[in-house]
């Protein structure tokens, strides 16, 4: 069982940067993949970037390449998303997932429904 816990979440100017962290119970946080997710009002939920149990492999989404930039920490069983530039389009409820990473893979995916365990979500509102 793995539970997680985001923070760092608030209102931002546009332009600005936030941190937000993931900090995650159990003993074997290196052996999953992690990754952020983000859900607007009235819009589905999208993958933001994710990030191997090593840390050694990213995945960013087309809209954030360049501006965010996923981390961790095993030793501190926490994974990081640096939101830099950041805009309106932004704002959202920003959710971290955790997967089991397989054997031999990356572990993560941008499909929500391959995670295993969910944070209760960190709002992010960016004002123009």
């Known amino acids: 069982q793995v539970q997680l816990v985001e923070s760092g979440g608030g209102l931002v100017q546009g332009g600005g940067p936030l941190r937000l962290s993931c900090a995650a119970s159990?003993?074997?946080?290196?052996?999953?993949?992690m990754c952020w997710f983000r859900q607007a009002p009235g819009k589905e939920r999208e993958f933001v970037a994710g990030?191997?149990?090593?840390?050694?492999?990213?995945l960013y989404a087309d809209s954030v390449k360049g501006r965010f930039t996923i981390s961790r920490d095993n030793a501190k069983d926490t994974v990081y998303l640096q939101m830099n530039s950041l805009k309106p389009e932004d704002t959202a409820v920003y959710s971290c997932?955790?997967?089991?990473?397989?054997?031999?893979?990356?572990?993560?995916?941008?499909?929500?429904?391959?995670?295993?365990?969910w944070g209760q979500g960190t709002q992010v509102s960016i004002s123009s």
């Open positions: 997932a955790a997967r089991k990473a397989p054997r031999g893979s990356v572990g993560y995916s941008t499909r929500g429904n391959q995670y295993d365990y």
């Open positions: 159990g003993r074997t946080f290196s052996t999953y993949a």
């Open positions: 990030i191997s149990g090593s840390g050694g492999s990213t």
